[in-house]
């Protein structure tokens, strides 16, 4: 059980970072990045907890908040980020 649980914390971290990298990207080019773009490039896998998209914001700033793209979450406002 304790090798299960190492592997979903190790590909959990995995995704994270990765989404970290892809949203700093995003903003670079863009200027701005939301939950959207990230979506489109590196979807949230199944089993992992779609909360978790909050963390690949956390080293950028908050600029405002928009409808989503995504009519799977039925237009939800989501907060839109840049650089600091």
Sequence with gaps: MNAQMNFFELTKTTWLQEAR???AQIAKEKGEVCADDIH?????PA???RRIMGGAF??????????SRRSKCH???ICVFRLP
């Design 75 to 77: 237009h939800r406002t």
């Design 58 to 67: 956390a080293e950028l700033q908050f600029i405002r908040q928009q409808k």
């Design 47 to 49: 089993w992992l907890d």
């Design 21 to 23: 990298i892809i949203a």
């Design 40 to 44: 489109e490039v590196w979807p949230i």
